[in-house]
């Protein structure tokens, strides 16, 4: 057997290897290089798709051709391997020493590997009703919990005597997730405003507010944290949470949630992500991210963000989503809070919910507006129904993006505005007692 025919024989192995590589390509990358198993970039998929093809026709090309292909010898071949492994090696060290000596705060919490931190620096911990809920004595910057897991300064449980507390329950637009100084947020400048403004001196507020949470998470969390506050008012806030909710599989859509949610769960780790060199250069490029609390506590069955290519997959829209679940369990969880709040003395307030259409994000989509919009009419019709205060914040609350953050949250101007609106409808309804 002559070498030109050892080298044609070399280039039908290589072709074949090639078109499996390029057959396989995506699915490999998804399994070993990205935490949740799927690529959600279409810039990422487009170029993946674009080597799998070259990779194939040029395996159908030596397959076809059969051409000579001369090889790097042993010595050659050892030294580049050993040069590629040198290199990566002081990459690696230059990566993890730029990570945890030269790296700003918000760069360190992007790229470290979640399992490096201490679950006590979480924002969010388990909970066994609730999933999670916020970690008591969190801190970091202007953004702190205090000891019994709430965003506020330090308060007792029991109510002090004379003390009119109103606690606001909802998901991360009563939170304020995207203003840090506690000072700032809606409740902190509207038990301000009550107290300057209106005279209301034996007021406090009280944020019960958890990203994330829709109205079973509100529910729960009303009975079995919130009651204990003893609170005189309870503010129920929420609709793009339970927009969200909708958005699972039909036949997993259900009066538990399961759909939705799932108990806490650790996500696995990739092999590579162990790489600080790798996990810095994807997350820079935006093919990989930090994870968020949906990696824990999202279901299978969940299609929104950030699973929203799980709806291509199911060859589903939005619109056909929301059209088959249709809000009747968070209408059913807006009338069990107030039958728990009635059955305790409580008062509650419910407010419509209100977002900005001109930043770019979901809140923007027509699909998602329309959920938004049947959510406050089940608000309204709920509130009217059972007769409770209903302030139609939606309807007042600008849209302009001065105001905003993104389309669904308030920044630090619109955080005020927002106590201002709801201080003058608490005191016009006489809703506080002096």
Known sequence: MDKSTVKRKESISLGILLIVAGILLKRVIELTLVSDMQIESTTYLALIYAFQVLAIVAGLFLLIKQPSIAFLRKTEFLLSVFSILFTFLLLEIGARLWLNHVATPEQYDRYVLFTSID???????????????????????????????????????????????????????????????????????????????????????????????????????????????????VIIYEGTNDVHARMVEPSSYRGDNAGRRQPWHVPSVPVWEHSTFLRIVSRMLNFTRQVSVDDFTSSPTFLSWPYEYRLSERDISTS????????????????????IAKEHGIEVLFSTWAYSPYLNDYASKGDYQKGFQENNEVVKEVANRNHIPLFDFAAVMPQDAKYWADGRHVNEVGALEKATLFAEFIDTQGLIKK
Request: charged share 25%.
């Open 320 to 339: 056909e989503i929301l059209e088959k679940n249709p809000p009747v369990y968070f209408q059913r969880n807006l009338e069990n809070m107030i039958a």
């Open 119 to 233: 679950p006590k620096e979480f924002a969010w911990t388990p909970h066994p009703y609730l999933v999670y809920s916020p970690t008591p004595n969190y801190k970091k910057g202007q953004t702190s919990h205090n000891a019994l897991g709430y965003r506020n300064d330090e308060f007792p449980l029991e109510k002090p005597r004379n003390v009119f507390r109103i606690v606001a329950l909802g998901g991360s637009s009563t939170y304020d997730v995207s203003i840090e100084d506690n000072q700032k947020i809606f409740t902190a400048q509207l038990e301000k405003l009550l107290k300057e403004q209106y005279g209301y001196q034996n007021v406090e507020v009280i944020n019960a507010g958890v990203p994330g949470y829709n109205s079973w998470e509100i529910l729960v969390n009303l009975e079995f944290r919130v009651l204990d506050l003893d609170p005189d008012l």
